[in-house]
């Protein structure tokens, strides 16, 4: 199985910060790298496939970049709305493995 | 607008099967590219995929589970379900449905989800 850790598994910041969680793949997935967000309660949303293709109707604000092993997703300046938990998820190879979560709260 | 419901009993026995139903309203489940997912979260932790069937049947498992676990498709009532035996506490999840999108892009992703069932595993 392909292992995706991310880090930091949890973040405080500010509304308006640039924030970036990075996830790693313990082998090379090239591009095949998505990012969700997961609010309590809810079931998760696609934010970003291919590693950087802005899912429709995701606010610009939204990035995704990397290839390999090693990706990130930024967020440009923290809105109210974003706090909530962001996933990473491999689709290289079956299973289709997720990264452990990272948090973001607010400071 | 696509819409994936999951039904089923919040409460099982151990040792016993879980079993649970996605209707897909909004869409097809017979139409080509889409793979029609289970993906369970445990409390208060990460995302585990659990295996996904296809219009034809075809079916791949997560290995963890391989054995107890069977997901098929029924075209004609537009749902997919979920059968896992012999259930332990280690069971105990939200279990979500999704819809893995595979032709749109080279890199398939979950497009839609259901809103979650949690299912307990408790005598």
């Known amino acids: 199985d392909i292992q995706m850790t991310q880090s930091p598994s949890a973040l405080s910041a500010s509304a308006g910060d640039r924030v970036t969680i990075t996830c790693r793949a313990s082998q090379s997935i090239s591009t095949y790298l998505n990012w969700y967000q997961q609010k309590p309660g809810k079931a998760p949303k696609v934010l970003i496939h291919d590693a950087s293709s802005l899912q429709d109707g995701v606010p610009a604000r939204f990035s995704g970049s990397g290839s390999g092993t090693d990706f990130t997703l930024t967020i440009s300046s923290l809105q109210p709305e974003d706090y909530a938990t962001y996933y990473c998820?491999?689709?290289?190879?079956?299973?289709?493995?997720f990264g452990q979560g990272t948090t973001l709260e607010i400071k | 607008q696509v819409q994936l419901q999951e039904s089923g009993p919040g409460l099982v026995k151990p040792s016993e099967t879980l079993s649970l139903t996605c209707t897909v309203s909004g869409g097809s489940v017979s139409s080509d590219g889409y793979y029609w997912s289970w993906i369970r979260q445990s409390p208060g932790k990460g995302l585990e995929w659990i295996g996904y069937?296809?219009?034809?049947?075809?079916?791949n498992y997560n290995p963890s589970l391989r054995g107890r676990l069977t997901i098929s498709v029924s075209t004609s009532n537009n749902q997919f379900s979920l059968n896992l035996t012999s259930v332990t506490a280690a069971d105990t999840a939200v279990y979500y449905c999704?819809?893995?999108?595979?032709?749109?892009?080279?890199?398939?992703?979950?497009?839609?989800w259901g809103r979650g069932i949690l299912v307990t595993v408790s005598s």
């Open positions: 998820q491999q689709s290289y190879s079956s299973p289709y493995t």
């Open positions: 069937v296809y219009h034809t049947g075809s079916t």
């Open positions: 999704a819809r893995y999108l595979t032709f749109v892009t080279k890199v398939p992703y979950y497009d839609y």
